[in-house]
């Protein structure tokens, strides 16, 4: 996530290059850019077009359609908090609430300090033990304010030692 | 023998904190020179005592939960004695357990679940073994004969589908597993993905030679990290033990298999959507005819099956049909993976035949709710089922019983919730949910939902409170009757059941809690 912007180009035409030949490459591609720089710049909406054969705004319209795919850089990390059914009977409503607050964000924006994007997600499948939250590739259970605000510190922290 | 230790590595167990637990175990029997063997397991699915640790001194396994970072240096001094306030004595002896009638999930946490020696070791690969001496007919017909229904939520005959694609003419057909396991309240495919990803390789496998196929894909929802990792890495494994490839165990046939990833859209998991999307499109659903089995992935004949409908193959062909078959009653034949989640005190997944009762299920499996509170409210099969009241807890979990009071058993989900629950704003959240994950294709959907959160929003407000429940009502039918797929059609579902059984929540005066 830290190349420098003269990078982006080489990453995404290397990605492309590398699974266009795949069948449905579409979905992969994306997700391979998405992994290696974060979101899916503009700039490679074209890249991606012509070596599918497909219009720019083929592609556009798919990275539209998922939710997962953004097209702006996020924050250090990405929260998701679960919304869905099971965890609102564990509290999952009150959570969002103050996950918001403590951020001063609403879903979809990241802090000020650029250390946390905050998105919805409807399920993680870690239902039995809900509120669930996950943060990368880590997916935490019976989260409730006190918990997430630790959780909070934890990644700014984390932040601070990188600097 | 030196002492095996079991810890699970399995999302439910490390949302918990499983990962912390092993790391400490392994250094408090280094300091204490004590030589233990550190097995990462897969999840016994008893959730509510994750993380659950296990020990085997070679008599046996016994199991100790919920183990906390804390309690490792005691659990360590007593030598997972019995007599730790954490015992739980021996672990096939638990009654959550020993009650259960495991078939597909037979193995789930008692091996390491990439481990291709633990697999063959109990049973694993017998039934392709078994399948490799059948002709394509006759491995449709043991599938027919076992009464396996599709358990991704339609139930459909699963032997039916794949005689279809047999029949079907087609240079290429595919075999497209649908991983997409959106409804929440469910997490029965991610246990077969994390702790037994070669049930489903094999089960793939044997789904290719009955039809054959000889490309499948995974559609795996992007939300489960740990399964795509464990599923990648066993199909590497498989792959160089050559159960997949070029020459299946030198038969001489050929099966490859790739795992693809959603991106976070709960209408991919519908069929025709899912298709798309691996066609690399977005996920519009197309209309029915013609059948994915005649007209699928790149227009090629495919069988699409949901991860516990092919995960129960191996069984299928290693015990033979009858041995399915003799679980369940009437057309329900076999056994349901439920899921236990939501306000639940002893949540985690039940496999049982079909038959017992919802009540069952819910106080002597569940245990109650987790607050403590009275059980208010069940939502069965995931978002677009109805809620049910204790009043209907009696209704035997079959899918004939179910369908008779206007519910749906689904992929097994049960989601229950305690007396503080709000009908209203959860009739609310289906609208919602619908707004969100609509594809768009049809209008009573798409618009549809938006009208009903701003009905629901004006019943909750109190504004002209009876010609808005007959607009929402009418609105509920529009969508039941003019959906192209089961998103719109059913979104009503729970929202009708909510305002029917639970009407004093759409009652109240405005600001009133
Ligand atoms: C909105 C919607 C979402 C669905 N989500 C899933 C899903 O996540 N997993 C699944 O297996 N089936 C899902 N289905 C059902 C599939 O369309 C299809 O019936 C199933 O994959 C067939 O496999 P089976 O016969 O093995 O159940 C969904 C259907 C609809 C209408
Ligand atoms: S009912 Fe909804 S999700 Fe289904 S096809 Fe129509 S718009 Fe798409
Ligand atoms: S509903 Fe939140 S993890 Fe499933």
């Known amino acids: 996530m830290d190349e420098t912007q003269a990078g982006v180009p080489d990453t995404v035409e290397t990605i492309v290059t590398s699974l266009k030949h795949k069948p449905g490459a579409l979905l992969p591609i994306l997700h391979g850019i998405q992994d290696h720089l974060g979101y899916i710049p503009d700039d490679a909406i074209p890249v991606i077009a012509r070596a599918l054969r497909i219009t720019a705004a083929d592609v556009h319209g798919v990275v539209s359609f998922y939710h997962y795919f953004r097209s702006e850089q996020p924050g250090r990390h990405v929260v998701e908090l679960c919304r869905a059914e099971a965890c609102q009977a564990r509290g999952a409503r009150a959570l969002e609430a103050h996950a918001k607050a403590r951020l001063g964000v609403d879903y979809g924006q990241t802090t000020t300090d650029r250390s946390i994007t905050l998105k919805p997600v409807y399920c993680l499948g870690n239902c039995a033990t809900g509120p669930s939250v996950r943060v990368g590739e880590h997916i935490k259970g019976r989260m409730d304010p006190a918990r997430f605000d630790r959780l909070v510190d934890d990644l700014t922290t984390y932040k601070l030692e990188l600097n | ?26 250094r408090e029997a280094e300091a204490r020179g ?6 990462r397991n897969g999840s016994r699915g008893l959730f509510w005592l994750e993380p659950l640790v296990e020990v085997d001194d070679g008599t046996g396994r016994r199991a100790f939960g919920p183990v906390d970072t804390a309690d490792v240096a005691s659990l360590l001094d007593s030598h997972f004695g ?24 037979a193995r789930l946490g008692v091996t390491d679940p ?23 007919q006759q491995l449709v017909d043991k599938v027919k004969a076992s009464g396996l229904r599709g358990r991704g939520g339609a139930a459909f005959p699963t032997g039916i589908k794949w005689q279809t694609v047999l029949d079907a003419a087609g240079a290429q057909k595919y075999i497209v597993c649908n991983a997409d396991e959106g409804d929440s309240g469910t997490f029965a495919d991610r246990l077969v993905m994390e702790c037994d990803p070669y049930m489903l390789i094999e089960g793939m496998i044997i ?18 990290p740990l399964a795509h990792r464990h599923l990648d890495l066993a199909i590497a494994r498989a792959e160089a033990a050559g159960y997949l490839g070029n020459n299946i165990q030198n038969s001489g046939r050929a099966f490859a298999l790739e795992v693809r990833l959603g991106a976070g859209a709960y209408i991919c998991g519908e069929e025709t959507s899912l298709l798309e999307s691996l066609e690399g499109k977005r996920g519009m659903v197309r209309a029915k005819p013609p059948l994915p089995a005649i007209e699928g992935l790149f227009g090629l004949p495919t069988v699409v099956n949901n991860v516990l409908s092919l995960a129960a193959v191996p069984s299928i062909l290693r015990d033979g049909p009858e041995h399915y078959a003799g679980f369940g009653v009437e057309r329900s034949r076999g056994t349901l993976p439920f899921q236990l989640a939501g306000n639940i005190a002893q949540g985690g997944l039940v496999e049982l035949a079909f038959g017992h009762s919802l009540r069952e299920l819910i106080e002597d499996f569940g245990g109650g709710s987790a607050s403590g509170r009275p059980v208010r409210a069940v939502q069965v099969g995931g978002p677009l089922g109805a809620y049910l009241s204790p009043a209907q807890f009696d209704t035997a979990l079959d899918y004939e019983a179910f369908s008779a009071i206007g519910a749906v058993l689904g992929h097994g989900g049960v989601v229950v919730f305690d007396d503080s629950v709000d009908m209203a704003e959860q009739a609310r959240f289906s609208m919602e949910f619908c707004v969100e994950e609509s594809c768009g294709k049809c209008t009573p959907c798409r618009i549809g939902s938006t009208r009903g959160v701003e009905v629901i929003d004006r019943i909750m407000r109190g504004e002209n409170r009876d010609a808005n429940m007959a607009l929402l009502e009418d609105l509920c039918d529009t969508m039941i009757q003019g959906s192209l797929c089961a998103m719109g059609g059913m979104t009503p579902f729970p929202v009708k059941s909510a305002y029917t059984l639970f009407p004093e929540d759409f009652q109240r005066q405005g600001g009133e809690a």
């Open chain 2, 114 to 136: 990439v481990s291709l020696n633990d697999y063959r070791a109990t049973g694993g690969f017998d039934g392709l073994h078994n399948a490799l001496e059948l002709t394509p």
């Open chain 2, 207 to 224: 789904a290719g030679l009955a039809v054959g196929a000889t490309q499948g894909y995974i559609y795996l929802r992007e939300e489960y």
């Open chain 2, 82 to 105: 019995d007599d730790h306030p954490l015992a739980l004595g021996p672990t096939d002896e638990l009654p959550w357990l020993k009650q259960q009638q495991r078939v597909t999930f």
């Open chain 2, 34 to 39: 004590l030589e233990i063997e550190l097995v």
């Open chain 2, 1 to 26: 023998m030196s002492l095996r230790v079991f810890v699970p590595c399995e999302t439910t167990a490390l949302s918990l904190g499983a990962g912390d637990v092993a790391t400490l175990i392994s």
